[in-house]
């Protein structure tokens, strides 16, 4: 049975826990040597499927050789840069805060995107993406990736990438524990409205375009990312200028296949954490409303998880859906941090 927590982090609070965290991680930073290294990993998208490549940057701290890692999977549009932005980075890199910590992090560039192969759009479907991310949890546990194996996974996903986690996780149970921000299995009423009207072909697109990307591959119209993205108030406007800049794209298949995951939640066993930001307006519910408000559907998102070791979720004020890129990211960081020192260590 699931051992159910509920968390709303108040603005009262957050200060608090996010005060002895960075206290904590400036204190274990000090003596940790962290070595970063490019992997590229062979993957088919089924079995026995012809062989694709995915790129991923892994980051091992000294102490954490064999130990934990996370396993980073990013959204929609999105690169492996969301999880270490390239601007203040101080600021906005989960990857340097989680490395501080001491657990080992591989961001990857999912199928399709960035610096791992692009196949024709309609080979790559949520499904494809969770049977790529079972191979890198198979790689991290057995040491192909990196040359050294992890005792503990950790898959953790944004978005898109939840939603991969989570048939990752219920359908091979070959994880530590499952971090899922950006999602939940309610859509806000206006969440589709804000962004599917927003996607375009890449060659429509003035920079994508030169990439070549085959037909079905789509992006982001320039200037929208604001608006499906961030609580606009809480955004610093070079950070949605970076965003804007180094935007990747979705294929139609992907968009196709978002509600496929939407059962199998219920198949997972082992620990798991949601993090929303307050005013996600893709995925805080039935209504228009903050994640926090009694009425969001978001309140009800345990239920979908009866079978998981342990469950909490949280939620973070004045952040928007791409949590990670909002002024107080390290207020969901240190969230994050917490649980998996609680739940899974390093």
């Not at 826990?17 to 000090?30: E, N």
């Not at 961001?107 to 049977?131: C, K, M």
Request: with cysteine.
């Amino acid at each position: 049975m699931t051992n159910a927590i509920v968390r709303c982090f108040a603005k009262t609070l957050a200060p608090l826990g996010l005060a002895a965290f960075v206290m904590l991680a400036s204190t274990t930073a000090q003596a940790e040597i962290t070595t970063c290294t490019d992997q590229y990993v062979s993957v088919a998208l089924v079995p026995g499927g012809p062989a694709q490549k995915v790129y991923g940057q892994l980051c091992v701290p000294a102490s954490a050789v064999g130990r934990t890692v996370q396993l980073l999977i990013h959204g929609l549009t999105y690169s492996h840069l969301y999880w270490n932005w390239d601007y203040q980075p101080q600021i906005y890199s989960y990857v340097k805060v989680m490395n501080a910590a001491g657990y080992a992090t591989f961001a990857i560039d999912r199928i399709g995107i960035g610096q791992s192969d692009h196949p024709p759009a309609v080979t790559i479907t949520l499904e494809t993406n969770a049977y790529v991310a079972r191979q890198l949890v198979q790689g991290l546990r057995n040491g192909t990736i990196g040359g050294t194996g992890f005792a503990r996974v950790i898959a953790v996903g944004h978005s898109y990438g939840a939603l991969t986690a989570v048939i990752e996780s219920a359908t091979w149970n070959d994880v530590d524990g499952v971090v899922l921000t950006g999602m939940s299995h309610v859509f806000s009423v206006i969440g589709p409205l804000i962004l599917l009207p927003t996607l375009i072909a890449v060659q429509a697109d003035p920079v994508l375009s030169q990439l070549n990307l085959p037909l079905l591959y789509l992006t982001t119209l320039a200037g929208t990312r604001q608006n499906s993205f961030y609580f606009a108030l809480n955004a610093d406007p070079a950070v949605v200028a970076r965003d804007e800049q180094t935007k990747t794209t979705v294929t139609l298949t992907e968009v196709a296949t978002v509600l496929d995951y939407l059962l199998l939640s219920l198949g997972i066993k082992t620990h798991v954490l949601v993090v929303n930001g307050d005013y996600d307006q893709l995925f805080c519910g039935l209504l228009p409303l903050s994640c926090s408000s009694p009425l969001s559907a978001f309140n009800h998102e345990q239920a979908f998880y009866p079978n998981a070791q342990s469950y909490e979720q949280a939620v973070v004020p004045n952040a928007g859906h791409s949590i990670n890129l909002q002024r107080n990211a390290q207020t969901g960081f240190a969230i994050i941090r917490e649980w998996v020192d609680r739940k899974v260590g390093n």
